[in-house]
């Protein structure tokens, strides 16, 4: 299984809403990419498929952004990886059961039970678990605080 920017950077901006979304009504695109270095036009199009898989709630306007659509608690981090398309499956074919000539290899069982394993285990993880994590919220602290800093520079380099 190789996890694409797309999956790996779904998850992070979930992160990221989750930890951010209680201190603001909504949080935008533009707060998640100076966070995370996420380009917001990529954040776009990974945000329209996670509100097309029920995971987040968006709203425009100057105050928009977006929420998620339900606890932290109940959206486990295979349901992000699946809201972008990303597959977990790790069989050279794809899970088509023709990986040599037509026909399953000799491995292709042991690639299939490995795949269902990590889609299990993700299954499991929950998003609410992953931002409880102390570890967690001090690079949050420090991913803000370095957005802050930089926005005062900023501020400060225009007067």
């Avoid at 776009?44 to 932290?72: D, H, T």
Wanted: hydrophobic residues 35%; contains cysteine; charged residues 25%.
């Amino acid at each position: 299984m190789k996890l694409t920017t797309k999956g790996r950077y779904a998850v992070t901006a979930m992160m990221d809403l989750a930890l951010h979304q209680s201190e603001h009504e909504h949080v935008s695109l533009k707060s998640i990419a100076n966070h995370q270095e996420i380009s917001v036009a990529y954040l776009e199009q990974i945000f329209s498929k996670l509100k097309a898989g029920g995971l987040v709630n968006g709203i425009r306007g100057p105050n928009g952004g977006y929420r998620l659509s339900r606890s932290a608690e109940s959206i486990s981090i295979f349901e992000i990886i699946d809201a972008v398309d990303e597959p977990i499956d790790i069989t050279r074919c794809h899970g088509k059961k023709d990986c040599q000539d037509g026909e399953v290899c000799l491995t292709h069982e042991l690639w299939t039970d490995l795949s269902n394993q990590i889609s299990s285990f993700l299954d499991q993880l929950k998003l609410g678990d992953i931002v409880r994590s102390e570890r967690v919220r001090k690079v949050a602290a420090r991913q803000s605080m370095r957005c802050t800093e930089a926005q005062q520079t900023q501020h400060v380099s225009f007067n």
